[in-house]
């Protein structure tokens, strides 16, 4: 028995100190962490006070199909209560929309606050004097609303990824790209070259993968970033099939590119669909690529899925979540 109390011991002693070489704190306390699926939302709106058609109407602006995926699906999953049975427990949610409506009230309020029962949380409040006054506040910020929940899904996933993060990993990438990504160990390194690395997380029905990449582009545009990514899975990439290899697919008027921040590096993000030549295989992928400081060369950090018998909208955000945790 003292020999396994020792044994005990040291075991913990052992684990303890790894946790203080290599691998982060957590970025949220345990016991303070919001709940909830990926991607799930609750809706908060009283029956006395909204019609179904105006329920509906607050439902399709977050049911709205995700962009750049292969096939339907929404873009959050929502859970709808009455006031009276949003509990405590409920309150502790990643993200909350209330609508609290009162004749009492002598003007109609927003806000959106953050980590108010949990973190990281999202809650959308909005206050009016009557239903209609309460919607046409939520649809005047209806983008600002869903972005914020969109951002929050992917900050939730990067608070746990960055306790997961391979420290061998994250030396490969300082040494060739000078950068840091918080990747899950689950993501093994498929294949590496100076200016290249694969990560790669395999299951028995999906792929998802990272790809980070150096190319000498000086000038960030679609059609440079679509030639450059072409170039590197047909040449680093190889498919299925002998011969078979991914890109870009140019359909529904995707790859789509826009200018973006992440952290203190500006580039460009693109999102889309790939393709492979002499095969069937696809699915959605997900970019983002900026300039080194001399403004010599491109680094791109690039999130793609292979998930043909399932829905791709979380795995597609867990790619995007890796890719923005660039540093």
């Given amino acids: 028995m003292k020999k396994s109390i020792i044994i005990g011991l040291a075991a913990a002693i052992i684990l303890l100190s790894a946790c203080g070489n290599g691998k982060k704190s957590p970025t949220f306390k345990v016991d303070n962490f919001s709940n909830g699926k990926a991607g799930e939302l609750i809706l908060v709106m009283s029956d006395d006070c909204f019609t179904d058609n105006r329920k509906d109407s607050v439902i399709r602006a977050f049911t709205q199909p995700q962009p750049a995926i292969n096939q339907i699906e929404p873009m959050f999953d929502l859970l709808k209560f009455q006031p009276k049975d949003f509990t405590p427990y409920f309150q502790r949610h990643r993200g909350i929309v209330q609508f609290d409506v009162d004749n009492a009230y002598s003007s109609n309020t927003f806000s959106i606050d953050k980590n108010v029962w949990a973190a990281p949380q999202v809650v959308v409040r909005i206050k009016g004097n009557n239903a209609d006054s309460c919607l046409a506040l939520f649809y005047s910020h209806r983008k600002e609303i869903i972005d914020q929940f969109y951002d929050n899904d992917l900050k939730r996933l990067q608070s746990v ?167």
């Fill in 161 to 327: 990824y960055k306790n997961e993060a391979d420290a061998s990993v994250q030396k490969i990438l300082r040494d060739k790209f000078g950068i840091q990504i918080d990747a899950p160990a689950q993501y093994f390194i498929a294949s590496q070259e100076d200016n290249f690395l694969w990560l790669r997380y395999k299951t028995a029905r999906n792929d998802r993968f990272i790809m980070v990449y150096k190319t000498p582009m000086t000038a960030l545009s679609r059609e440079n970033l679509i030639a450059a990514r072409n170039e590197i899975t047909q040449k680093h990439i190889p498919g299925a099939v002998r011969g078979s290899y991914p890109v870009i697919a140019d359909t529904y008027g995707l790859p789509n590119a826009h200018p973006l921040a992440v952290g203190s590096k500006q580039g460009m993000e693109m999102r889309g669909l790939w393709e492979s030549v002499n095969d069937k295989m696809g699915g959605p992928f997900y970019s983002f690529s900026f300039l080194d400081p001399a403004g010599q060369y491109c680094i791109s950090v690039d999130g793609f899925v292979y998930a043909p018998q399932e829905n791709k909208r979380d795995y597609l955000r867990e790619v995007e979540a890796i890719v923005k945790s660039v540093r």
